[in-house]
């Protein structure tokens, strides 16, 4: 049959999607682009907040369609939502074929026959005056895949690692830890082989992902001196010795698990691009408080000024939520002045979602939208305003690009990106006085900045 996939969401849920994307094919299956000619149409869908519940619904609702007016004879649902609403999922969209949640990924072949079996998912919700969550009774996902088949859903030359599935941490404002189930990593030599086995099929970038990345290994029982931790710089210096992989990328690194040694082991591997992802969320430590969440806004400060002393020219990128509940406008300004004192390379912002089964739940949603909204692009006014200074003080510089290759907006214009930028999330470089001809996505050459247009650079081939 031929398959149609869309997936929706952060890169963590597009590598289920290539995995599940492989095993389709491994089930001797045919994978197709254009949702009329599908037999069979997979969702992997989104939860995390409401934006993208709404994208996901509209999506499948969409794709629903083809059902009515296309080949498709089967929709399938899987990821986030389908962890989350899976009877309200079949309830409320009747064209639903199959659900599968995150922890079902192997199942997909199944599904996508027509399988009956269907695994009981879990569900935690946390009620307003009630001390505990209410368990129903299902277990937390325990799916973590190891080197099975993928098929790439990136540009041939860079791809995802997850090294690690779920999250110990009690964020307030996060339904993850329902979603994914508890923090459970991937073992050195699985990663390692993988990452081979991906070099030799073309990737010079590999960027290390999981919901807390820093944390990869403590529940292997890895050890860091006199603590736990010692995991991941194993695994960078195992991984800068992978033949063919020229930058090795981090993300979503965290503030109380992001160590010395790990400082150490990303300064010393030449590999390792010095670009340090770290959402704080928040600045306030009233806000923090309430978020659940470690440290304080001096404490991240001293984190950071510390990060740039030991990795020169390291690049940082963060993420903040505005409008959580209760946050006053002298707490957003707390916010608005951090950003300015840090002086961050990449900064992203979330309007605050309320949503059910988080503790952040309980609290009065007393933020209004308008207010969400303004605040939010005040952050990024400011930001634009850093960010656009510092592209002009980088003008003249020399630098190492890796080709990514045409623009979405021209082919004849072709675009890359520096070590400080990661794929699909930061600003791009643009090349000028370059012949389309002599470059190549993946590789990596000197080229010289020689102009800066709000976020992005232009660079001419050295």
């Not at 934006?51 to 619904?57: I, L």
């Not at 150490?264 to 010095?274: G, N, P, R, T």
């Not at 605040?375 to 003249?396: D, F, S």
């Not at 990661?422 to 990596?444: S, W």
Request: hydrophobic letters at 35%; charged letters at 25%.
């Amino acid at each position: 049959m031929k398959i149609g996939f869309v997936s929706l969401g952060c890169p963590k849920n597009l590598v289920d999607s290539e995995v599940m994307m492989g095993l389709s094919q491994q089930g001797g299956h045919t994978l197709t682009p254009n949702p009329a000619d599908a037999d069979v149409l997979v969702v992997n869908t989104c939860a995390f907040i409401d934006s993208a519940k709404e994208e996901s619904v509209n999506t499948i609702l969409e794709l629903a369609e083809f059902k009515k007016n296309g080949n498709c004879k089967r929709l399938v649902v899987t990821g986030c939502l389908g962890e989350r609403y899976r009877d309200e999922l079949k309830q409320q969209i009747p064209e639903i074929d199959a659900v599968l949640g995150t922890g079902d990924v192997p199942e997909i072949v199944g599904a996508i026959e027509g399988a009956s079996r269907v695994r009981t998912i879990p569900l935690r919700l946390v009620h307003a005056g009630s001390p505990e969550p209410e368990v129903r009774s299902r277990e937390l996902p325990t799916y973590l895949y190891d080197a099975e088949p993928r098929v790439f859903a990136t540009p041939r030359h860079f791809a995802y690692i997850k090294v690690a599935e779920g999250c110990d941490y009690k964020c307030s404002f996060c339904i993850i830890p329902t979603l994914r189930g508890h923090y459970r990593s991937r073992p050195v030599d699985a990663i390692v082989r993988e990452a081979r086995s991906l070099a030799a099929r073309g990737v010079r970038e590999l960027i290390l992902i999981s919901q807390d990345t820093t944390f990869y290994g403590r529940d292997l029982g890895f050890r860091q001196g006199q603590g736990a931790g010692a995991a991941l710089p194993t695994l960078l210096r195992e991984l800068n010795e992978v033949e063919g992989i020229d930058w090795i990328r981090l993300l979503y690194l965290y503030p109380t698990t992001i160590s010395d040694d790990i400082l150490d082991a990303i300064a010393e591997c030449d590999k390792v691009v010095k670009y340090i992802d770290l959402p704080l969320q928040h600045a306030s430590d009233e806000v923090l408080r309430r978020m659940k969440r470690p440290g304080t806004g001096k404490g991240y400060e001293k984190l950071l000024a510390r990060i740039r002393e030991r990795l020169p020219g390291v690049s940082l990128r963060t993420t903040f939520i505005v409008g959580f509940p209760g946050e006053t406008a002298a707490e957003f300004e707390e916010l608005r002045t951090f950003i300015q004192r840090v002086g961050f390379d990449h900064v992203g912002v979330f309007t605050y979602s309320h949503e059910e089964g988080t503790t952040a739940h309980d609290l009065a949603d007393d933020v209004p939208a308008a207010t969400k909204r303004k605040r939010r692009n005040t952050l990024m006014a400011e930001q634009k305003r850093i960010v656009t200074r510092g592209q002009k003080r980088r003008v003249g510089a020399h630098v190492e690009v890796m080709v990514d290759g045409p623009s979405p907006e021209h082919e004849l214009v072709w675009r890359g990106r520096l070590r400080g930028q990661a794929p699909e999330i930061d600003p791009v470089v643009y090349f000028t006085d370059a012949n389309p001809e002599a470059l190549r996505p993946g590789v990596v050459l000197r080229a010289e900045i020689v102009g800066a247009r709000d976020y992005d650079l232009v660079v001419r081939p050295l």
